[in-house]
């Protein structure tokens, strides 16, 4: 391993510049694949140096704010590599997001373009754009000369990352350079990276922890194997990859984890890295038999990646704890008086060092609020309050024990209910909306109680076409309940514990938004107009544990589907039909209808073709002409 640090005093320099170093160490060895494109290190550095070039002739610099907007591809590293070069800090915008949501987060941080590819340009929404793999047109020869280049200093901001906000609009966690060199190298007391290492890359750019399985490696010499989009919603074909990529480190959620557990994975992981969601033991177990180390992780967002740590043994029982802070970091048990509590009593878990970031952009009263001086620390420190619940074992462990507001994760990300309710009031027919995390099995599904307006026409189907404007899929409720009045508490507020559990999931309408109540019938391969239908809507109703089979219309995600229940689809499909789909293919396909066609379309091109009908014997009658 490189001289790099894993603990405190943290390299002064940068991140692209502890990349360039390891570059300039092993400029051929491969640094980032995906699919059949790879990139060297020199490869990797030079068209990072190129497209940072080009965003500072177009004036970026430390202070600038750059959206990113790239698939899941090597164009994505190039990209961010690329802002940090050029002084300025990245905004990564999603582009499954919804438009209006990605509007939002680029007005908010005030972006000054974005970087993008052409698979990816038409979905940016912002003026100024960049395209990596389009030349730019007049573009000087030789780079830009370093007298216009402003490099950005340790507490120059390095990257806005949009969360879940429970005013209504997602906020940005603004993070500086010192944050983030820190919040990377941090975890290399925990995976102890070496140069032969090979990571497989599947969280979103929108998400913190992308920054360790893309830049740790780097930093050190190993290599990055990036799944595509298609192979990150398939268990079976993110098996296959981590197979034949020789991949050793992963880090993901609890929710691929088990996607691959379900497509058959066998392990062989050197380290295997669970966070985002809570480690359930039955999974820590089943990880822990397929990988020689198992880590269950821990970090909010606004102390810059990963806080904790906890190396998975036979030993845990019951809750999984999330372990010890990592380097540069202090963690607080405080009660509402902000005072510390004894070992093993119950308190709200506050969390300082060198990775609590600065704040939230242009949003000064709720950084005040969360954000506050470190009374146990040097001067100058500042403590971040997560609003987590957890408990010190007797061993020093930190063990999680829920929240202590209304925040939940869901599959992964961090959703503020209070986020989805006022969006959701902002539709006429709503009066008020209540937004309920709701355990179902082994997972948690949000549930919306809506008060409609008096005398207004408030249908489901109306508030889920609403919902699905502005919030990602994620943050979109299973199920809707309509309340005539809500239950209060003694003081008047409305009492959450006391509305009512939803019933048996609902199959929600019987079809799509807007398509007039005439689903597309479907065509089994024998000719019938619903035999596929039949067969996939009691599929449906296994995975998704509804009463009543579904109509054509209805839609998969709408009645509380994940990406481990398409998951299930495929595998239940392959039983019943003798045929493989596509997961990201049945992921696009949300209705009972249009999945069938897919199914349908797949049984009918495994057929073997018929075969020719024998030609005519000869005639050889007598009289017969030859």
């Not at 995906?34 to 190129?50: D, K, M, V």
């Not at 490099?151 to 603004?174: F, H, I, N, Q, W």
């Not at 408990?391 to 929240?403: N, S």
């Not at 897919?598 to 005639?619: I, N, Y």
Request: hydrophobic share 40%; glycine share 12%.
């Amino acid at each position: 391993m490189p001289d790099l640090p894993t603990g405190p005093p943290w390299p002064s320099c940068g991140l692209y510049e502890l990349i360039a170093r390891q570059a300039d160490r092993t400029p051929a060895r491969e640094a980032v694949r995906c699919g059949p494109h790879s990139l060297n290190y020199r490869e990797l550095i030079g068209a990072a140096q190129t497209a940072a070039d080009r965003l500072v002739r177009r004036g970026a610099g430390p202070g600038d704010r750059i959206a990113v907007t790239v698939d899941r591809s090597a164009d994505l590293p190039v990209a961010l590599l690329a802002v940090l070069r050029s002084g300025a800090a990245f905004v990564p915008v999603d582009p499954a997001y919804p438009p209006e949501r990605q509007e939002h987060m680029l007005r908010d941080a005030g972006a000054l373009l974005t970087v993008t590819n052409r698979r990816c340009a038409d979905r940016v929404r912002t003026p100024g754009v960049l395209v990596l793999d389009e030349e730019e047109p007049g573009a000087p020869a030789g780079g830009t000369p370093e007298a216009l280049r402003r490099s950005a200093g340790p507490e120059d901001l390095a990257y806005l990352m949009y969360t879940s906000g429970s005013t209504g609009r997602p906020k940005g966690v603004a993070v500086d350079h010192r944050c983030l060199v820190k919040g990377v190298l941090a975890m290399a007391s925990v995976v102890r990276p070496g140069p032969d290492d090979v990571w497989l890359a599947l969280t979103s750019a929108s998400f913190d922890p992308v920054l360790v399985e893309l830049f740790l490696p780097l930093m050190t010499g190993g290599s990055v194997v990036m799944a595509e989009e298609q192979q990150i919603l398939d268990g079976h074909a993110l098996g296959e990859l981590l197979d034949g990529s020789g991949a050793d480190v992963l880090q993901a959620t609890p929710l691929i984890w088990s996607m691959l557990l379900d497509g058959g994975w066998r392990g062989g992981l050197r380290v295997a890295l669970c966070g985002g969601e809570p480690l359930t033991p039955s999974l820590a177990a089943a990880l822990s038999q397929r990988s020689r180390e198992v880590w269950n992780i821990y970090g909010p967002t606004e102390t810059t990646i990963w806080s904790t740590a906890h190396r998975v043994t036979p030993a845990d029982q019951g809750v999984v704890p999330v372990g010890r802070p990592l380097p540069d970091t202090e963690v607080h048990l405080l009660d509402g008086d902000r005072r510390p509590v004894v070992r093993g009593e119950r308190g709200e878990v506050w969390i300082g060092g060198g990775g609590v970031a600065r704040g939230y952009a242009g949003q000064p009263a709720l950084t005040a609020e969360r954000f506050v001086p470190d009374p146990f620390g040097p001067p100058g420190g500042r403590l971040y309050r997560t609003g987590d619940l957890g408990r010190q074992r007797p061993d020093g462990t930190l063990e999680l024990l829920g929240r202590a507001d209304h925040q939940v994760k869901i599959r992964g990300h961090r959703v503020e209910p209070g986020e989805i309710e006022s969006w959701l009031a902002e539709e006429p027919s709503v009066a008020e909306a209540v937004v309920l995390p709701r355990q179902d099995g082994d997972q948690l599904r949000l549930v919306a109680y809506v008060r409609p307006q008096r005398g207004a026409v408030c249908t489901e189907a109306r508030l889920r076409e609403h919902a699905e404007i502005r919030l990602p899929r994620p943050m979109l409720p299973a199920a809707y309940l309509m309340v005539d009045t809500w239950p209060r508490t003694p003081n008047g507020k409305i009492d959450r514990r006391a509305l009512p559990e939803p019933p048996a999931r609902a199959t929600g309408p019987a079809t799509g938004p807007g398509d007039g109540g005439d689903a597309a019938p479907d065509r089994s391969t024998d000719g019938s107009t619903d035999g596929t239908v039949r067969t996939l809507a009691g599929i449906w109703q296994e995975v998704l544990s509804i009463g009543t089979p579904p109509a054509p219309g209805a839609d998969f995600f709408a009645l509380g589907g994940t990406s481990l229940d398409i998951m299930r689809m495929v595998t239940s499909v392959r039983a019943r039909f003798g045929v493989r789909l596509n997961a990201a293919r049945m992921m696009r396909a949300t209705t009972l209808a249009d999945q069938a066609a897919l199914v349908g379309a797949a049984v009918t091109a495994a057929a073997p073709a018929p075969e020719p009908a024998p030609e005519p014997a000869p005639d050889t009658a007598p009289g017969s002409q030859p």
